[in-house]
């Protein structure tokens, strides 16, 4: 903590919602001042007994007031809305190239994992001036990422992945805190982000044993979970390949289009009769339980890759 | 009339009012009469309110060290969700409705009675039978998700007593609906002759318009909870995601209910300030028209904001964006209502009796907490200030500064009418500053440690938000030495305080034309009704000094 009044602004988006923030704190303090003012004012002016001067005030005229500061209230609050929310809309989407990390929540800990492998608890190391894309999902009940430097925080649900983004952009060491209230130790769901010039995060990066990275982490799985059986190109099974399928729409049998994006990958493991490609039958059984949140993310991670292979064919 | 008369002095033989008539234990325990269970609940309300009080009393002593050096974090967790859902459910909701709506409805309007007495009186049943499910969570070992209940922690990993406590609340879910029914058929039904909609006490409105959002919804609550029992204890799938679940539902239900809920907590403190305003300003409210269409364009939209609550949850942005506006646009109501009591003032002859301080106080922090508000309505700041202190701070600045502050302010200006005694009135000009400087002290530090980022619900914190800790917990010692000062007082004016007069305020308002205290039946001939209310500037009010009966109770002293 630098001062005891200030954040540090770690983030380019923590500028922009400071900017919010000032904005309505001199707007409430100038509201403060008017309501508490004129309260006093005529606390002062108009006790019991004082000299003032006393007497209906013109019923036309109370109107007129009473629309003027309607209006004005009104005007005001949608200005904010307005400037808050586009704030709020251009910061929506993470730019395509951000770095993509994986992060699962659980009672009571962040872990965390690179793209080449390597794993973190409770911690994590970015670069400097460089967009990252968090990728989060939770084993267990809700919790959130919260780094109050970024002033950034989402929700990691159950079941569903979320997704966050932010470019640091001051070197150092930030606290990360979990800040949904999960049970028995929600206070100590605690770790801290560590922001590295990019040299610096790249070097690091090496030095990490050497895990799988997740895409080939992703590979074994397929295989050794049985996936191939039916959707590897030499299969016999009716199934539909997955190369390439990641981001397209997918035509369903029953009239639907989705886009294959995390979630419907995810639904289609844990939950296949849902959404059937249209020109196959239900047949994929269910591996929900068979598959924790991690090795979903390394499978997704792994058909994303064949998109990738599509690409540069 | 004689003095003797106006200081409630009869000397002839005695009518029994409402509290002599009749003094068995079973005369209470079956009584239909409004005023009487108004009593009951104000009694059952006080016992809940001091052991929320206990429960956050431990958990501020805690946060005394960032380490934790008094409690488990079990117990930790436990003593919050048993303050808030003590707070919420057992004081809040029911505080003003049930006490003070109950009391002045029908005297307010010229009633009898309520239009359910028999209802009203099961309706308090329900809420002992609720309070005893939760007490007995409480001490059975305690529940810890909590408040909010928040699924799947509440549904799937609590290993607490998360059924008597849902089951508590539950059971309290139908007294409120129970009485929100009583109260709306009470005014559609039971309105003395001349009174028309528009001649309504503003009180009246306030509760007629929580009553609306107690009956819609309430049932909503009933549902979200049962939903949570039911995966619970007969594992059905409901929000468990792994079996095709939505986590997220629950918050939508909630959210739904709890939303409005904000709203029952602080009407019904609107209509207590409402009234006493004009009075001790000596003028007719401002806009009276424009406060009733803001009561009821609250309760309306109200209903359509709950996902603010949820920015951060993962729901669509689109979705996000239209709570945010929706949420901007349901503060222009509150701020008219703050402009109207301001404009009140203006070219009155104002005092400062107590009732007029904790009034004023209610303007005061409400003010600062409505405005906290737009912080959380802007997406992007409520993203970084949401699950901190920060929204602890906002909301016990709009719950505990407002509604609590116009609780008070309600009690001090209708105690002459409910027990016919009156207060020493220096002790609570000094509990009512007291409790203004102690709330600050109390809540005004949770603003920064929020924005800081201190989550809330933490049992532990980092160390440098220690410095807030310490001043919020000193200043809460201040706050509860206001809450008790008045317990003390006040008991001492029932066996010592002087007579009251019919009317000690010098008031409009037909509660103020019958005795102090009231006969059973409220009023001795039908009242009828011919003028507006508030109607300070009639003759002999507008003059520089009091009214005969000011002066009066002023001298009773
Ligand atoms: C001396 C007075 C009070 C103090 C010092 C106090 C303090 C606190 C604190 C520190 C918390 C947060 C606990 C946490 O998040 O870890 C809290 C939560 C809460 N308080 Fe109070 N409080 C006081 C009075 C009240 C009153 C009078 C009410 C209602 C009438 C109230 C309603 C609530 C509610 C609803 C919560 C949320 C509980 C939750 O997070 O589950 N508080 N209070
Ligand atoms: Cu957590």
Redesign the interface.
């Known amino acids: 903590?630098n001062s005891?009044?200030r954040?540090p602004e770690a983030s380019t988006?923590a500028v922009?919602?400071d900017h919010?923030?000032y904005l309505?704190l001199a707007?409430?303090g100038a509201?403060?001042v008017l309501?508490?003012g004129?309260?006093l004012l005529?606390?002062v002016r108009?006790?019991?007994?004082s000299k003032?001067?006393?007497?209906?005030?013109p019923e036309i005229l109370?109107r007129e007031?009473?629309i003027g500061?309607?209006l004005a209230?009104?005007l005001t609050?949608?200005f904010?809305?307005w400037w808050?929310?586009s704030?709020?809309?251009s910061?929506?989407d993470a730019p395509p190239h951000a770095l993509e990390i994986h992060v699962v929540a659980k009672?009571w800990m962040w872990k965390t994992q690179h793209t080449n492998g390597a794993r973190e608890i409770n911690a994590l190391h970015v670069p400097l001036n460089r967009p990252v894309h968090l990728l989060m999902s939770s084993q267990?009940?809700?919790h959130?990422f919260?780094v109050?430097?970024f002033?950034?925080?989402?929700?990691v649900?159950?079941?569903?992945d979320?997704d966050i983004w932010f470019q640091a952009s001051k070197s150092g060491t930030f606290?990360l805190?979990?800040?949904?209230?999960?049970?028995?130790?929600?206070?100590?769901m605690?770790g801290k982000i560590v922001v590295m010039r990019q040299d610096d995060y790249a070097r690091w990066l090496t030095q990490q044993p050497e895990g799988d990275d997740l895409a080939h982490e992703g590979a074994k799985l397929f295989v050794s979970q049985g996936c191939a059986g039916c959707h590897a190109a030499s299969s016999n099974v009716h199934a539909p390949r997955l190369a390439g399928l990641y981001g397209r729409t997918v035509q369903l049998a029953d009239g639907r289009t989705v886009s294959a994006d995390d979630a419907y990958i995810r639904d289609s493991i844990?939950?296949p009769k849902r959404d059937v490609v249209a020109g196959f039958e239900p047949i994929m059984p269910s591996f929900?339980?068979l598959l924790d949140d991690g090795e979903i993310q390394s499978l997704t991670a792994y058909i994303r890759s064949l998109r990738e292979e599509q690409q540069n064919d | 009339m004689t003095d003797a008369l106006l200081a409630g002095e009869l000397p002839l033989p005695q009518r029994p009012d409402y509290l002599r008539h009749g003094s068995t234990i079973r005369s209470w325990l079956a009584t239909t009469d409004h005023k009487r269970i108004a009593i009951l609940y104000a009694v059952t309300i006080t016992i809940f309110f001091f052991m929320g009080g206990a429960a956050i009393t431990a958990v501020r002593l805690e946060l005394f060290q960032p380490n934790g050096w008094l409690l488990t974090?079990?117990t930790y967790?436990k003593l919050f969700s048993f303050h808030g859902i003590i707070m919420v459910w057992f004081f809040l909701v029911p505080s003003i409705p049930n006490t003070f709506g109950n009391f002045l409805l029908p005297l307010m309007i010229g009633a009898p009675d309520v239009a359910f007495p028999r209802l009203n009186l099961f309706s308090w049943y329900l809420t002992i039978a609720a309070g005893a499910f939760t007490v007995y969570a409480l001490v059975a070992g305690g529940v810890?998700t909590?408040w909010t209940f928040?699924t799947?922690?509440s549904s799937?990993?609590?290993n607490t007593h998360v059924f008597a406590a849902a089951a508590g609340v539950f059971v309290v879910g139908f007294a409120s609906i129970a009485t929100g029914v009583n109260f709306i058929a009470t005014t559609h039904m039971l309105r003395a002759p001349g009174m028309t909609w528009f001649r309504l006490p503003l009180f009246v409105w306030a509760i007629y318009a929580t009553s609306l959002i107690m009956v819609l919804a309430t049932p909503v609550l009933a549902i979200s909870l049962l939903l949570v029992i039911a995966e619970r204890v007969f594992g059905l799938p409901i929000f468990?995601?792994?079996?095709?679940?939505?986590?997220?539902l629950f918050q939508h239900l909630f959210w739904f209910y709890s939303h409005p809920a904000v709203y029952i907590m602080v009407l019904p403190a609107m209509g207590v300030v409402s009234e006493i305003i004009p009075c001790f300003?000596?003028r007719r409210i401002?806009?009276y028209d424009?406060m009733v269409y803001a009561m009821l364009a609250i309760a309306g939209i109200g209903f359509f904001v709950w996902g603010h609550h949820m920015f951060?949850?993962?729901q669509s942005?689109l979705a996000?964006?239209v709570f945010?506006?929706l949420s901007?646009?349901i503060?222009?109501p509150s701020?008219?209502k703050?402009?109207?009591w301001?404009?009140s003032?203006?070219?009155?002859?104002?005092?400062?009796d107590s009732p007029m301080l904790y009034a004023?106080g209610f303007?005061?922090l409400f003010?600062?907490g409505g405005?906290?508000g737009?912080?959380l309505?802007?997406?992007?700041?409520d993203?970084?200030v949401?699950?901190?202190y920060f929204v602890v701070a906002h909301f016990h600045y709009i719950m505990v500064g407002g509604s609590v502050s116009a609780f008070f302010a309600g009690l001090h200006f209708w105690w002459p009418k409910v027990t016919g005694r009156l207060y020493p009135e220096s002790w609570a000009k000094f509990a009512a500053i007291l409790m203004y400087a102690g709330f600050n002290m109390t809540f005004l530090p949770q603003f920064?440690a929020g924005?800081?980022?201190m989550?809330?619900?933490?049992?532990?914190?980092?160390a440098?938000f220690q410095?807030y800790n310490v001043m919020s917990s000193a200043g809460a010692a201040v706050l509860a030495l206001a809450y008790l000062l008045p317990l003390g007082y006040l008991t001492w004016s029932l066996f010592y305080g002087g007579k009251a007069a019919r009317n000690p305020w010098g008031a409009t308002g037909l509660e103020w034309t019958t005795s102090s205290p009231p006969p059973p039946k409220n009023f001795d001939r039908q009242p009828r009704v011919d003028r507006a209310p508030y109607d300070y500037?009639a003759e002999g009010m507008?003059a520089?000094t009091d009214p005969p009966e000011m002066q009066n109770a002023r001298e009773t002293r």
């Open positions: 903590m005891l009044f954040l988006h922009t919602v919010i923030f309505l707007l409430s509201t403060v309501v508490f004129l309260i005529f606390a108009y006790r019991r007994g003032a001067k006393r007497g209906l005030m109370s007031f009473e500061w309607t209230t009104l609050f949608i904010l809305f808050a929310s704030a709020d809309l910061s929506l009672q267990d009940v809700i959130s919260f109050p430097a002033r950034v925080k989402q929700d649900v159950p079941g569903r979320t606290p805190l979990c800040a949904e209230y999960c049970g028995t130790n929600h206070s100590m605690r844990l939950q929900k339980g | 974090s079990d967790n810890d909590g928040y799947p922690y799937m990993f609590s468990d995601p792994a079996r095709g679940g939505d986590p997220i300003a000596r401002f806009g424009f951060v949850s993962g942005p996000s964006l945010s506006f901007f646009i503060a222009v701020a008219i703050v402009f109207n301001t404009a003032l203006y070219r009155g002859q104002i005092s400062f004023l303007v005061g003010t600062t405005l906290s737009l912080f309505a802007s997406i992007p700041v993203i970084h949401t699950d901190t920064f924005y800081l980022g989550p809330r619900r933490y049992h532990t914190y980092p440098e410095i500037h507008s520089g």
